[in-house]
């Protein structure tokens, strides 16, 4: 069965830091392209950055310059470096193969 396991959620002032991490099992990881979405309350679910098999990314308007998404196929885990950050991403952010796979979500709250 198809795992993704984020981690790396939780608590931060405004301004801060968290690095989310998501280790895939049960497929090729290096052959596929990964994606972080996240949901806020009463909001629909939104995608964040996406990274190809190449390396390729892009990103939401929102958190260009602050997110960063990466991948190590080695580890078979994607990553998403989030600096600078606003009490406006505070979400449930998920891992996906598009639009295949999901993980369970991590939870991002920021503190104003």
């Known amino acids: 069965q198809v795992q993704l396991v984020e981690s790396g959620g939780g608590l931060v002032q405004a301004g801060g830091s968290l690095r989310l991490s998501c280790v895939v099992s049960?497929?090729?990881?290096?052959?596929?392209?990964m994606a972080w979405y996240r949901q806020a309350p009463g909001k629909q679910r939104e995608l964040v950055a996406r990274?190809?098999?190449?390396?390729?990314?892009n990103y939401a308007d929102s958190v260009k310059g602050r997110f960063t998404i990466s991948r190590d196929n080695s580890k078979n885990t994607v990553y998403l470096q989030m600096n600078s950050l606003k009490p406006e991403d505070t979400a449930v952010y998920y891992c996906?193969?598009?639009?295949?796979?999901w993980g369970q979500g991590t939870q991002v709250t920021v503190s104003s």
């Open positions: 049960k497929i090729p990881f290096s052959i596929n392209h």
């Open positions: 990274i190809t098999s190449g390396g390729t990314t």
């Open positions: 996906c193969v598009p639009v295949a796979y």
